[in-house]
């Protein structure tokens, strides 16, 4: 493949993988065996964001001979073929491991630094050749042919080294940053729960009458019979992926006619509470309070429990207190359905004991979470920003890395 890319320094040059190995070959076909301690034996799904827990890694049956040829060395860069395509890894100090079918080794020679391959491998230049070098439909794959035809900017080895150097030092501030932040999203998140809990399971809350949500509410009530719009009438819909599961708002409601979806969908009015029943959807917060809707109705998707509040509560007070990660993890253990299609049932609503305060109660204990969780919302929000522009920082940094412009 030929890629002349930006124009290189003054020593530099573009050369292919395959001139910069000494070997290329495919992993060892086998099974994975958790019993056997060693040889280690390395699969794609033992390599986790740039790294590998050994301890974990399962072992396999092979004879001597297969494995003097497909034992790992410090210095090894492992690809995945198929699968992640375009997953690597840099062995370090590795214990007595092979590795498998699906990865393809790769040996430096002594011209390149295994570090500076490595970090050419995360950068967008080598990720765009390996988008134009997938081959396969369901089955996505690059072969060891194509990926030795891939190419790289090779500095001499004295720059390899010093750049190599500069870049391990940026990667580790970047993922110490990435923790950092990571850490303080997670704290932050917990506030909403924990706010949740100290008036959901306060001492006051003991007190108050618990009845079963069909008592008070309407669980998927019927549509109304011969509701009637005009057909291309602009109408409110709500697919999954417009509902906001940290601020638990419709981010981004759809406009449908009329008569594309009166029928197939889920129909609700305003101030019903939609309740996501589908797995992962309901463990991720996507519930919410209908409002905003024209004309005060709304479609949606089929993976919707409507809440109706009755006379005795507010719609607030239903979503906040359904929102809570004890209710959605008890909801969790309702699920009927398939793997990967599961479902909390209606009568898991029906029957779910909820506190219920006078009404002017639910609007002051609302009105003082709806303001903290706004405020969760803001400081999440701000945490996630600052974690994007984190992880974009390392496509920058290696671009300028491998331009030569350190």
């Not at 134009?132 to 500095?155: D, H, K, S, Y």
């Not at 009166?262 to 409002?291: S, W």
Request: charged share 25%; net charge neutral; proline share 7%.
């Amino acid at each position: 493949m030929k890629n002349n890319g930006p124009s290189l320094p003054d020593g530099w040059k573009r050369i292919q993988v395959k001139d910069i190995c000494s070997k290329i070959d495919y992993g060892y076909t086998a099974k994975a065996n958790p019993v056997l301690r060693e040889p280690k034996f390395l699969r794609i799904t033992d390599i986790q964001d740039g790294n590998v827990n050994w301890d974990e890694t399962p072992g396999c049956e092979i004879d001597p001979e297969t494995e003097k040829k497909k034992k790992l060395q410090s210095g090894d860069i492992v690809f995945a073929r198929t699968g992640s395509v375009g997953k690597s890894y840099l062995i370090e100090d590795p214990p007595r491991a092979v590795f498998a079918s699906y990865l393809i080794r790769l040996q430096i020679r002594e011209i390149a630094i295994p570090e500076y391959v490595y970090h050419f491998f995360q950068s967008n230049d080598y990720w765009q050749q390996i988008g134009l070098n997938i081959r396969g439909g369901v089955q996505a794959n690059v072969n060891a042919t194509r990926l030795g035809n891939l190419t790289l900017p090779l500095p001499p080895l004295s720059e390899q080294k010093r750049i190599a150097a500069i870049l391990n030092d940026h990667m580790a501030d970047i993922a110490r940053a990435r923790t950092a932040a990571e850490a303080q999203l997670e704290a932050i998140e917990a506030l909403s729960a924990a706010y949740l809990r100290e008036t959901f399971k306060s001492n006051e809350a003991k007190e108050w009458r618990w009845p079963q949500l069909k008592e008070i509410t309407e669980i998927n009530p019927r549509r109304p019979r011969g509701l009637k719009r005009p057909e291309a009438a602009p109408t409110t819909f709500v697919p999954m992926p417009s509902v906001d599961g940290t601020s638990g708002n419709i981010s981004d409601p759809l406009e449908r006619p009329f008569e594309e979806i009166k029928k197939g969908y889920t129909y609700f009015e305003e101030n019903d509470v939609l309740f996501a029943k589908i797995t992962p959807c309901m463990q991720n917060g996507k519930h919410v309070i209908a409002r905003n809707l024209i004309d005060g109705i709304g479609f949606g998707t089929t993976e919707f429990h409507v809440i109706r509040p009755g006379d005795e509560v507010i719609p607030e007070w239903i979503h906040l207190y359904i929102r809570q990660p004890s209710i959605l993890n008890e909801a969790a253990t309702h699920f009927t359905g398939s793997v990967g299609q599961q479902r909390v049932p209606s009568y898991f609503l029906e029957n779910l004991a909820i506190p219920l305060p006078p009404l002017s109660e639910q609007k002051r204990i609302t009105a003082i979470l709806n303001d903290r969780m706004a405020d969760i919302t803001c400081a999440c929000t701000a945490i996630r920003e600052k974690l994007e522009t984190i992880n974009q920082l390392p496509s920058a940094i290696l671009r300028k890395a491998f331009n030569g412009e350190f």
